[in-house]
């Protein structure tokens, strides 16, 4: 089962200028990456003027370079029709969101790593894509976890952006 994404709330949905065409290659290796994930937004890919490589963020890089993957959940495959079902494909380009406070953002469970996520808890970068939940910050703040939504068969952690 793969990550789900809602991007709730943020500049990026009605302002274009905060989205960013990423291709996940750590390490120059093309990769897969689930939505709900964040990536560090490196160079310009070689020869091209729009698409960035993204990087595996480590916990303490600037909020300033970091996207949220959010591609539209578009399965060429017929047999798939959940929402979990989606992974942007490795080499595939994906829509990146740039964080801005205030923003609003929910992310499935597969989205996150360390504590059991709860209302009140930190979000923080980690040493890898998804959001380390923890109970006071120990690195780079993302934002808090305000609400718990339960919609269908998906949980959403809301995340508002510090």
């Known amino acids: 089962m793969n ?9 990026a949905t009605d302002n274009r200028a905060g ?6 290659q750590p390490s120059d290796t093309m990769t897969a990456i689930d939505n709900g994930n964040v990536v560090k937004i490196g160079a310009l890919e070689e020869g091209s003027r729009e698409v960035y490589k993204g990087v ?22 017929e047999r798939k029709r959940n929402l979990d079902e989606f992974q942007n494909a490795e080499g595939a380009i994906a829509r990146g969101y740039h964080l801005h406070t205030n923003d609003i953002f929910s992310v499935t469970k597969e989205a996150l790593t360390g504590d059991e996520p709860a209302v009140g808890k930190v979000v923080e970068l980690a040493a ?18 305000i609400d718990i939504n339960v919609v269908g068969r998906y949980t959403y952690y809301v995340i508002q952006v510090a």
């Open 19 to 24: 989205l960013v065409s990423v291709r996940y």
């Open 128 to 145: 890898g894509t998804k959001l380390n939940v923890t109970a006071s910050a120990t690195g780079t703040v993302v934002g808090t976890i």
């Open 3 to 11: 990550a789900v994404v809602r991007t709730d709330k943020m500049f």
């Open 56 to 77: 595996t963020p480590a916990a303490n890089d600037a909020i300033k370079d970091i996207v949220l993957i959010a591609s539209p959940e578009v399965m060429y495959d």
